[in-house]
């Protein structure tokens, strides 16, 4: 199939669907965690059997699901990794560099302990190094949740390098280099830091989503509604069996255990996801595709609610026997409603005014950008 025929013209629906459902484990993870912390306030909380950190093995999965299936005439273009980068940079950047400045003022105006000006720097370049001295292996910039952006800025430097090879060749050259840098991360199990993180098994997740790709746009990929309902049932039935334990761990591995059980059931939801259309009609699906379109800004932005609500539940507003559960419901809503808002009024109109200003520069970023849904 030529690879101009294959260029997608439209939105996934059922894929920004999963996305809300990503951003919102994650969330609710948080969410979780900061009411058992509060169990002076809100009382004891038992954790329950939930996989929030499996919100970012979907987010991989479908970003390099994405990459191949938006990227149609940039693929065998002398200019198309530029402008692919720049698209990138575009939409990731300006929201996770405000993010960070606003925690390093938090941390300021708290007297908390700063990283130094290396780390720093580092957290701005999405270069993986140990900001907060954990000294246990974990990267992690200024920005908590960033060291996942970290590791899809490395994904987007591979995949912009063999753009100019073609899709097909591109997704073999990269999905190449991951097994690659994961088999050295496996024999030779490194000690600094940032060799250790680039060469972790979670990559090759990324490499999934673009195979995946593959198969969807050659039409290889179609189940029926049954089977789709099944396979995606399989899915949570396998988060919740958690054959390794991961949730007994407070920060989870990025290793094999993880792509075994994780990994393989966000594959499953994506598969379910891409093999048919979704049945998204009325305000429940509208709802849910906005909440699609607006899981970056749910992802990064909603530690900030948590804060919030934390102050409010000090003030003693969540009381009684179900004090724990409506506070992780309030904080459900008010990170879903500000994250669409902020969307809605910032950073979908940022995205379009800088990528409209670059383009009048005569920077190689398209003549029109993409749909920001899209663009994650």
């Known amino acids: 199939m030529p690879e101009e025929a294959a260029r997608p013209t439209g939105k996934l629906d059922s894929v920004q669907l999963l996305r809300a459902i990503a951003a919102s484990m994650v969330v609710i993870g948080h969410l979780i965690g900061a009411a058992i912390h509060k169990a002076d ?130 997704v073999a050259a990269v999905s190449v280099i991951l097994i690659l840098l994961v088999a050295i991360g496996a024999f030779t199990a490194p000690d600094n830091v940032t060799l250790r993180f680039w060469t972790q098994p979670i990559i090759l997740e990324f490499g999934a989503g673009m195979i995946l790709a593959l198969l969807h746009l050659r039409g290889l990929i179609s189940l029926g509604f049954i089977t789709r309902i099944a396979l995606a049932a399989a899915a949570v039935a396998l988060y919740l069996w958690d054959p390794f334990g991961l949730f007994t761990l407070k920060t989870t591995p990025n290793g094999f255990a993880r792509i075994g059980s994780w990994g393989l059931a966000s594959a499953m939801l994506l598969i379910a996801a891409i093999s048919g259309p979704a049945p998204l009609s009325g305000v429940f699906g509208k709802a849910s595709v906005r909440l699609g379109d607006a899981s970056y800004a749910l992802y990064l932005l909603h530690p900030f609610a948590i804060l919030v609500l934390l102050r409010i539940a000090d003030r003693g507003l969540f009381g009684g026997d179900y004090a724990a559960p409506l506070f992780i419901l309030t904080g459900i809503v008010m990170a879903a409603v500000t994250s669409v808002i902020f969307y809605l009024l910032v950073e979908r109109p940022g995205t379009v005014t800088l990528t409209h200003l670059l383009q009048r520069m005569g920077v190689p970023i398209g003549r029109e950008p993409l749909p920001p849904a899209l663009a994650n």
């Open 41 to 170: 306030v809100l009382g004891p909380f038992e954790r329950p059997h939930f996989a929030g950190g499996a919100g970012v093995d979907i987010f991989f999965l479908i970003s390099g699901f994405i990459m191949v299936y938006t990227s149609g005439r940039m693929f065998g273009s002398g200019r198309g990794a530029r402008e692919f980068l720049i698209r990138r940079l575009v939409r990731i950047v300006p929201l996770y560099w405000l993010v960070t400045l606003l925690t390093l003022g938090l941390a300021i105006v708290a007297g908390n302990h700063l990283p130094g000006p290396l780390a720093t720097v580092a957290s701005f370049l999405f270069f993986p190094v140990d900001t907060s001295g954990r000294g246990d292996g974990f990267a992690f910039p200024i920005v908590d949740l960033g060291w996942t952006l970290n590791y899809e800025m490395m994904f987007y430097l591979l995949f912009a390098t063999f753009l100019p090879w073609g899709r097909e060749r591109c």
